[in-house]
């Protein structure tokens, strides 16, 4: 039981941890984030399943269509529901990403139906056992893919030219915008970025936990808690935060309930809040007089 | 929203259940009662003291479980049950606010979040108490036209109580956290309790809330207390219009009425939430209420009276010659960066000591240490004798000591008057309940609170502005404004951050005189630190100079016009 308890906390955990760096991201870019990141999740598993099941499209080119569409999704986001708030000292953007994130809900809702619909996959066919343990391939799939994806996303932020460039965005917008960086397009592209990701846990999870329109809310908001726990400024800290999590998860609801699950989860943010307001591994702001 | 308005509403509110016995009518308007309340709430949270929660959904749950279980279990009536969820609601709230508005934005959000869904779980899971899922049945209801007169009373009582609220100290102390918690905290009020009790008030509402609604249905389950039903609420504040009193009263109508009427539409219910949210934020900043409510103000007569005596009682202990601020090696550094090392100043009780020195030199760093709002790496900070270092800002605050800031930050959201009224109550926000229901002692305090702050707007030449937004001052005035504030909490000790940057030169003759009369008036000891040397050498008593965080000079001012080491730091020369 322990071991497929892991197997699945690993599972989900890196997925957490892949959705949470997207709220790094953009919080680091822009210290702002998208509120409605798990329906971006939802987004990239309905058209991945819009694509690849309904349509029969095959399976690289329809994924490649859906990463594309969550990059394009998340540049919306960015220029409809944060770009005409930025730096503003309000949190507007807060509000109107949820907002966007409750329109694309709907939206989903009329063109998908509320019903939640199986994504076939060749690796949940036939479970693993182990022991006494069974689990899916595509369970070990995913820890795999989310921690790839996470290494070459620091990769990415650390080796190429257009990555350092949002780094020093991060670092200090002003001087990127006087270095001849433009601001608003790194901000907008750690947006497409952010969503992205989300995307791909949503392709991921899809076979797993089945597609709906709702199936993005509680992902995000989890998601959330472990980039709060991890520290939003820090991307080691996310991707640990999340595995944590999504082991604790497991366990609480393999030995105590489901319903318990979400008690202890979230409890555990308050609690991290509490004694370290800027998470785990995150950096305090300087407080600005 | 005018008196006209409010009558209009009123008996409106009054006729509705003699006009109609159509229970979904009353139903409706029932509705509209509860959101007014919970949004009621809200706006004192968000509107007032800008803080957003996106949990209140469980203030709501525990308001409504606390009074049926009070009834089921307990046996207790209505009219005692209702009010044991609100006292609920309002503990947890309080504690729930004291554990997470040490944090802000985001991380706020996260924490009210996490309490919302932690409620919604409990109340599944802790079947023998709550019925789990199926939730609770038997609560013993009224008709919906029994319920209909306590739940319109409670709604009107919260928008009469906001409204108090909002027009006391204690309102104007949430606004000022909101608009600039650095200055609020630097006249003397905790950011973190005035915030701690807005959210304690708005978990207290929106447990009263839900507790009429338990009434209202007889049945509660945990359906109706999840995240969406939160941001349903923030929903209601803010497409009626944020910080309004009549706001929740609006929205709260709009977003029970709109689905109503628009039946048809059921499938798009999200978007029409969803667009409803983003046209508020984008197009109304302040809501249907602000959007239809462009109002006058009127405006005082200049008085023109004489400089009202500063420090009349107690505190004007010190003489002359004494030490008020005594500051002894004190040292900071930021990452690495030395920004000050071993600084030395002394200040007498009366009169103006300046701190001059280049761009860089540490001025602002040494001012944010004696006021608390950094903490120093070492040395020594005394005040007549007793050592601050280390203290809150409000904590320092409350020790007579006041600043204003090298960029001026007026209170946006008040206006000029109620700014310095700010000042005048500082800490003495008075107590709550008082200001809530508008008792007549804080009506007298109000008038005298006013009074004092009418008179030092006079002085400073404001008097005119006396009723408009603070944010519609031209840069000078929000100065004069700023040091009207600061001198209003009666300081022992005023320090003032480049006061003469930005202004004309008319302006700064102003300035020369304002101080140096405040100073034969035997006003506050003021430590001044300023760029402009011709305003310093002319009014200053004492001039200590800072190069590179360390003290190179300090004496009378012509002593210290004449210091080589101060030549030299200024013009980059050997003397």
Redesign the interface.
């Known amino acids: 039981m322990l071991v497929q308890l892991l197997v699945t906390g690993l599972a989900l955990g890196s997925m957490y941890g892949l959705v949470a760096l997207g709220y790094h991201i953009t ?1 680091a870019t822009s210290r702002t ?1 998208n ?1 409605s990141q798990g329906h971006a999740v939802m987004v990239g598993a309905v058209i991945a399943w819009a694509l690849v099941v309904a349509l029969g499209w095959p399976l690289p080119i329809g994924l490649l269509a859906t990463l594309l569409a969550l990059a394009v999704f998340g540049a919306l986001i960015e220029r409809v ?1 944060v770009r ?2 930025f730096r503003a000292s ?3 953007w ?3 990403t ?6 694309a ?3 989903a ?2 063109l998908f139906g509320k019903d939640a619909r199986a994504f076939p996959s060749a690796l949940t066919q036939r479970p693993i056992l182990v022991g006494g343990a069974g689990f899916y391939p595509q369970e070990l799939l995913i820890p795999v893919v989310g921690l790839g994806l996470m290494a070459l996303v620091q990769l990415f932020y650390h080796r190429t030219r257009y990555g350092r460039q949002l780094k020093a965005v991060a670092w200090n917008a002003e001087a990127a915008g006087l270095m001849g960086i433009n601001v608003p397009r790194a901000v907008m592209a750690s947006y497409a970025l952010s969503a992205l990701l989300a995307g791909v846990a949503g392709v991921l999870l899809a076979p797993l936990l089945n597609v709906a329109p709702t199936m993005g ?1 509680i992902i995000g ?1 989890k998601a ?2 472990v980039a ?1 726990i991890g520290g ?1 400024t820090s991307a080691p800290g996310i991707v640990l935060a999340g595995l944590g999590y999504g082991l604790l998860e497991a366990v609480v609801a393999g030995y105590v ?1 489901t ?2 699950r ?2 202890v989860g ?2 555990l ?2 609690l991290v ?2 004694v370290r ?1 800027w998470g785990l591994l995150g950096a305090p702001p ?2 600005r ?1 | 929203m005018g008196r006209a308005g409010w009558a209009t509403v009123a008996v409106a509110a009054l006729l509705l259940p003699l006009s109609t016995s159509n229970t979904y009518y009353l139903y409706l308007a029932c509705s509209v009662g509860l959101l007014t309340i919970v949004a009621a709430g809200l706006n004192v949270l968000a509107g007032f003291a ?1 803080q ?1 929660s996106l949990g209140h959904a469980g203030f709501y749950a525990l308001g409504a479980y606390g009074a049926g279980l009070a009834a089921t279990r307990l046996g207790w009536p209505l009219w005692a049950a209702v009010p044991a969820g609100m006292v609920l609601a309002a503990i947890v709230g309080a504690a729930v606010g004291a ?2 508005l ?2 802000s ?3 706020l ?3 009210t ?3 919302g ?2 409620v919604e ?2 109340l ?2 802790w079947v023998s108490l709550t019925g789990g899922p199926g939730g609770i049945f038997n609560i013993p209801k009224l008709t919906v036209g029994g319920s209909y007169w306590p739940i319109a009373g409670c709604a009107a009582a919260a928008l009469w109580l906001t409204a108090n609220l909002r027009a006391s100290a204690w309102g104007r102390a949430l606004l000022a956290v909101k608009s600039s918690e ?1 200055a609020a905290e630097s006249l003397g009020i905790s950011a973190y309790l005035a915030r701690t009790t807005a959210f304690t008030i708005s978990a207290a509402l929106a447990g009263l809330a839900g507790g009429l609604f338990a009434l209202l249905n007889g049945y509660i389950s945990p359906d109706s207390f999840t ?1 969406q039903a939160s ?1 349903l609420f ?1 929903l209601a504040l ?1 497409f009626g219009g944020l910080g309004s009193v009549a706001g929740p009263l609006v929205g709260g109508a709009a977003l029970t009425l709109l689905p109503e009427l628009l039946t048809g539409l059921a ?5 029409l ?3 409803l ?2 046209v508020s ?2 197009g109304l900043p302040a809501g249907v209420v602000g959007a239809v409510g462009a109002r006058g103000r009127r405006s005082a007569p200049d008085t023109g009276l004489p400089l009202p005596a500063l420090s009349p009682e107690g505190r004007g202990v010190e003489t002359a010659g004494e030490v008020l601020l005594g500051v002894e090696g004190l040292g900071v550094s ?1 990452g690495g960066v030395v920004a000050l090392a071993d600084v030395t100043l002394t200040v007498p009780a009366r009169g103006i000591t300046a701190v001059i020195g280049p761009n860089g030199a540490g001025k ?1 760093t040494l001012i ?1 240490l004696i006021t608390g ?2 903490r120093p790496g070492a040395g020594e900070i005394r005040l007549a004798g007793e050592p601050i270092a280390g203290r809150a800002p409000h904590a320092v605050a409350r020790l007579g000591v006041a600043r204003t ?1 090298q960029t001026a930050q007026p209170f946006d959201d008040l206006s000029v008057v109620e700014n310095v009224m700010v000042g005048v109550a500082g800490a003495r926000l008075g107590a709550l309940g008082g200001a809530l229901l508008h008792g007549p002692g804080t009506r007298r305090r109000e008038r005298a609170l006013r009074a004092r702050a009418l008179q030092l707007l006079a002085v400073l030449g404001l008097a005119a502005r006396a009723e408009e937004p603070a944010a519609s001052l031209p840069a000078g005035l929000r100065r004069w404004l700023e040091i009207a504030r600061a001198l209003a909490t009666e300081p022992r000790l005023l320090l003032l951050d480049e006061p003469a940057a930005g202004l004309s030169p008319t302006e700064i003759a102003e300035l020369d005189a304002r101080l140096t009369a405040l100073r034969s008036q035997g006003g506050p000891a003021i430590v001044l630190v300023e760029h402009h040397m011709e305003l310093v050498m002319a009014i200053s008593d004492r001039i200590s100079v800072l190069d590179y965080g360390r003290v190179i000079a300090a004496g009378a001012p012509a002593t210290v016009r004449e210091s080589p080491a101060v030549i030299e730091a200024y013009l980059g020369l050997p003397a």
């Not at chain 2, 499938?267 to 978007?271: E, G, M, Q, S, V």
């Open positions: 919080w984030m509120f529901a005409p708030f309000s949190p507007a807060l509000l109107s949820i907002a966007c994130g409750i329109i809900e709907n939206v809702q009329l809310t908001l959330f808690a709060i939003l309930s319903g318990a979400e008690i979230f409890a943010v308050i809040l509490m307001p300087a407080r007089v | 800008g957003i554990a997470a040490r944090v934005g985001p991380y959000a996260m924490v979040i996490a309490f869904i932690i779980h409990v599944v899971e650095v995240l941001i923030l803010l499938d798009y219910r999200l978007i939430y969803g667009s949210l983003m934020i984008y930021f602002t944010n709002y950094y800031f």
